[in-house]
């Protein structure tokens, strides 16, 4: 977890949370096929913690990523730059 507190860029961050959503979707795969593996399980609560922090981190400086992340009186969610979207 010390790599994210030395995160470099906008680009870093959103890669970083891309990798470990790919492998708890690879993880979440796997236990639909092996639902009492649990090493498995670990590793994807163990992600899905890392997932969420990171995503955390990334709404606190850039706005939300995704919509659950959304809160308050207004819909700041469509004002902030999309993710995909890079900064000139």
């Known amino acids: 977890m010390d ?3 030395n995160i470099e860029s906008r680009e870093e ?3 970083q949370i891309m990798e470990v959503d790919f492998a708890l979707k690879d993880l979440h795969l796997y236990l639909n ?3 009492c593996c649990e090493q498995a399980m670990c590793l994807f ?3 899905n913690k890392k997932s969420q922090k990171l995503r955390n981190i990334y709404a606190e400086a850039y706005g939300p990523i995704t919509v659950d992340q959304v809160s ?3 819909w700041d969610w469509i004002r902030n730059p999309w993710p995909w979207e890079r900064m000139v």
């Open 3 to 5: 790599s994210m507190c």
């Open 13 to 15: 961050l959103l890669k």
């Open 33 to 35: 096929t092996h639902p």
């Open 45 to 47: 609560n163990e992600f």
């Open 72 to 74: 308050g009186n207004t």
